[in-house]
């Protein structure tokens, strides 16, 4: 077979090779009877309801041997029409289907909550929990006996993974996929990291506007997410090397063939994993986390995923710590040469071997005795992989930067944690100190960034607040602050920003975020002043303000109370229950592992 990226593992499970392990139950004989299924409470039974499930299933057009004895499978999906990630996903459905039916299982398709990172306002984030009590709760009110996870856009991932943890019912993830590279005048166009390059460029006058709109029709040119390291990519990376996908599918283009074939072998794979009882639960652990922040250390990925693995980690009941992150990023090299921190795009990533090959490439930094949903440990499913360009992904021995993809800050203007990103930053700016120029919102922000009069040079440091959990609300993705319009005439392409936000996983700069605890309860982002000097320094991993304690405290004395944001409705129970960033963001009500009854059945 030609090197095409398709790569070792996955060729063997895309070709239907009776290889070690593809298809085969991974027992060789089932664990559960039809007897023990969850759906034989509603199939299986006899009496008044169990009838009334019978009858109701005829009516859409199944008879008994379309569904008695068999696992029922949730393929949970998050297509919409205003959610273009996902625009292949009917396609999908039907194909994941389609290996139900061939594994002697019976689909049923749910719709779930479409979180479009692109036209969702003000955040997607501030309904990744809604998408989780809602998986949760889909798996647990229905006769499901496991489940297919489709998503992909930013935080639909996580999402769906945060549901299916709590369940813990066999579930398996399929990955949008990226789409095609983007295209203009022969330039290769990367989602989000160009748009923020071009877009300064526009308005620091070096750019024609009409060059700026033809860019419109050729960045995004097919289904599936963003083509660079974005919180998509990153979170859908992370799913694979926590063991919730086949072997090589998260790097798989929307577009490509091979997509559609890995679907219908998802399909087929939970259905094996329904009769042999593998669940979440006994996928992760510590070391499968572990590998995950190494994975997205070395991938050079979204600050993103800091928030979604805490929570995915405490939700399984693993208590990961912020601290964490930044022992293995001194230790981890970055490997992958994509962009925002290098140069390719993930359709050029695929071709060169994929999360198999980096994960090789990694080899002994990572606990490869952990267990995936193929059946087998992570070592097995990549044991075959290849890198087919070093070009894009570099060995340890030749990084693209030996350490340092994260870096955890902290001091007196972060006591709980700040979040950056040292490699995407103008490294004269990882050790600076510099006065403050504060912004109270967003909207202020923009109205006077631009202003002729701000007063501001390649010293200052922005600071954006009330842009956190609860102040933004939802944390939006504000981080990257825009450089004022007379700096991008000097030709300042870069300058420290500080905020409580998050920032795109395909934006740069020395954008300094989820500075903890927010400013809008009361974090020391509040506090600061206009001049007040701040001081960086990536290295010693410290992030304050020349100011004392007492000053601090004083200020705080005098902080007006803010005022509720929600005064009703899915808003005010966001408000109510939301954790900081460096706790995951998750409502504090969905934590734990306590088992839930299932639901009676009278």
């Known amino acids: 077979m030609q090197r095409d990226g398709s790569l070792a593992g996955l060729r063997r499970w895309l070709s239907g090779t009776p290889a ?4 085969a139950r991974v027992n060789q004989g089932r664990i559960k009877t039809p007897e023990q299924l969850r759906s034989h409470r509603w199939y299986g039974a006899s009496g008044l309801r169990a009838f009334g499930h019978r009858s109701r299933t005829a009516q859409m057009g199944y008879s008994p041997a379309d569904y008695a004895g068999k696992p029922v499978i949730a393929v949970i999906n998050t297509w919409s029409d205003i959610s273009p990630c996902h625009s292949h996903f009917r396609a999908r459905a039907e194909e994941i289907k389609r290996g139900i039916w061939q594994a002697g299982g019976f689909p049923v398709e749910l719709p779930a909550l479409s979180l479009s990172e692109n036209f969702q306002k003000p955040t997607t984030m501030l309904y990744r929990n809604l998408l989780a009590m809602e998986v949760e709760e889909l798996l647990r009110s229905y006769p499901a006996d496991g489940a297919v996870l489709m998503g992909g856009c930013d935080k639909t991932t996580p999402g769906l993974l945060l549901g299916a943890i709590s369940m813990n019912l066999p579930a398996l993830f399929v990955p949008a996929g990226p789409m095609l590279r983007g295209d203009w005048r022969g330039q290769t166009l990367g989602s989000g990291s160009d748009v923020w390059k071009y877009w300064a460029e526009l308005r620091a006058g070096t750019l ?6 033809e860019m419109e029709s050729g960045i995004a040119r097919s289904a599936g997410t963003c083509m660079t390291m974005g919180t998509a990519a990153t979170m859908m990376s992370a799913a694979e090397v926590l063991g ?10 929307a577009p490509d063939s091979r997509h559609a074939r890995m679907a219908t072998l998802a399909g087929r794979r939970i259905v ?10 006994e996928l992760l652990s510590a070391e499968a986390f572990d590998n995950a922040i190494v994975t997205v250390l070395a991938l050079g990925g979204s600050t993103n995923a800091v928030i979604h693995l805490l929570a995915l980690a405490r939700r399984a009941g693993i208590p990961l710590q912020l601290e964490r992150f930044d022992q293995l990023s001194r230790e981890i090299p970055v490997i992958a040469n994509l962009r925002p921190t290098g140069s390719f795009l993930m359709e050029d990533f695929f071709y060169a071997g994929g999360l198999p090959a980096l994960l090789r490439a990694l080899g002994p930094r990572l606990s490869l005795a952990c267990r995936t949903v193929s059946g087998r440990t ?3 499913d990549i044991a075959g992989a290849e890198i087919y360009d070093p070009r894009v992904i570099r060995s340890p021995a030749e990084p693209v930067a030996p350490s340092g993809g994260l ?8 006591p709980d944690g700040a ?10 700016l990882w050790k600076h100190a510099g006065p403050a120029i504060v912004f109270d919102s967003y909207a202020e922000l923009l109205e006077r960034i631009d202003d002729p009069a701000l007063e501001v040079d390649a010293r200052s440091v922005l600071v954006l607040r009330n842009a956190g959990p609860k102040g933004g609300p939802g944390m939006p993705e504000w981080g990257q602050l825009p450089i004022p319009k007379k700096l991008l005439a000097q030709g300042v392409r870069d300058l ?3 905020s409580d936000a998050r920032m795109s996983g395909t934006s740069y700069g020395a954008c300094v975020l989820h500075v903890a605890p927010e400013a809008f309860v009361g974090g020391p982002l509040g506090l600061l002043q206009n001049g007040d000097i701040i001081e960086l320094d990536v290295h010693e991993r410290r992030l304050d303000v020349r100011l004392s304690a007492e000053e601090l405290e004083r200020r705080r004395a005098a902080r007006p109370t803010p005022r509720a944001r929600y005064p009703r409705g899915y808003g005010r129970l966001f408000i109510e229950h939301i954790q900081q960033a460096n706790e995951g963001c998750d409502f504090d009500f969905l934590l734990g592992s306590e088992r839930i009854e299932e639901p009676a059945i009278f």
């Open 20 to 23: 070690p392990c593809t298809l």
């Open 208 to 213: 024609a506007e009409s060059a700026w709109n």
């Open 244 to 253: 919730f996908t086949l072997p090589g599918a998260s790097a798989i283009p």
């Open 272 to 281: 094996d994993m329904v009769w042999e009882d593998l669940k979440p639960s």
């Open 378 to 380: 992570l070592g097995e």
């Open 407 to 414: 870096a955890i800050l902290r001091g007196n203007l972060a």
């Open 419 to 428: 979040v950056m990103k040292p490699l995407a930053a103008a490294p004269e």
């Open 496 to 498: 420290l920003r500080i």
